[in-house]
C-alpha cells in the first residue's frame, strides 16, 4: 500500500520579509542572466572587435568630455568600461587602474555615485574654462549666451549625479 505524505504548509512571511527594500537594486543585464554562474562575460568574434570599437568610441568620447566642459566624461567613461569588461577585462582593469580616470569609474561602481570633490573640481573646471572662453574670443552675444548656456546644462547635469555615499 503507497503511503500518502503529507506537507505542512508554508509558513506565512513576517511583515519584515514581505516589504519592499527602500532602495531599488539594479538588475544585471540580460547578458549576466542568460549565463551559467561562474561563467565569464567575454563575447568572442565580430561582437568582440565591435564592443572594441564602441569602447575606444567612448573613451574618446569620455576624453573630450574630460577638457571640454558642455559634455560630460562619466557616462562615456562607464560605457566604456560597460565594454570593456565583457570584450578585454585585462584592457577595463589597466582602465580602472588609471590615476586620471579610475578613481572615478571605481567610485561610480564601488560606492554608486561621484565624490564630492570631483564635482567641484568638474564645475569649477567648467566656470573656468567657459570664462576663459568668453574673455578670451569675445565673441557676438548670441556666442556667449549658448556658450553660457549649455555650460548652466553640464552644471546642472554634474550637480544631479548621485554623491558616491563613503
Sequence with gaps: M?????????????????????????????????????????????????FL?????????????????????????????????RCSPRLNQRLLR???LGPILTDWQVHGGVRIDVKVQAIVMVVLVVGLTIFFTGGSLLAIGIIALLAAFGIVVIMRLPTAKR
Excluded: I
Aim: glycine fraction near 6%; charge should be positive.
Design 2 to 50: 503507497l503511503e500518502k505524505r503529507y506537507h505542512p504548509l508554508p509558513e506565512k512571511p513576517t511583515v519584515a520579509e514581505t516589504r519592499r527594500p527602500r532602495r531599488l537594486e539594479v538588475r544585471p543585464p540580460v547578458e549576466r542572466l542568460e549565463q551559467p554562474p561562474g561563467e565569464r562575460l567575454a563575447v568572442s568574434g565580430v561582437r568582440k572587435l565591435l
Design 53 to 85: 570599437m564602441l569602447a575606444g568610441l567612448f573613451f574618446a568620447l569620455g576624453a573630450l568630455g574630460a577638457v571640454l566642459p558642455v559634455l560630460p566624461a562619466t557616462p562615456f567613461l562607464l560605457l566604456t568600461s560597460y565594454f570593456l569588461v
Design 98 to 100: 588609471s590615476p586620471l
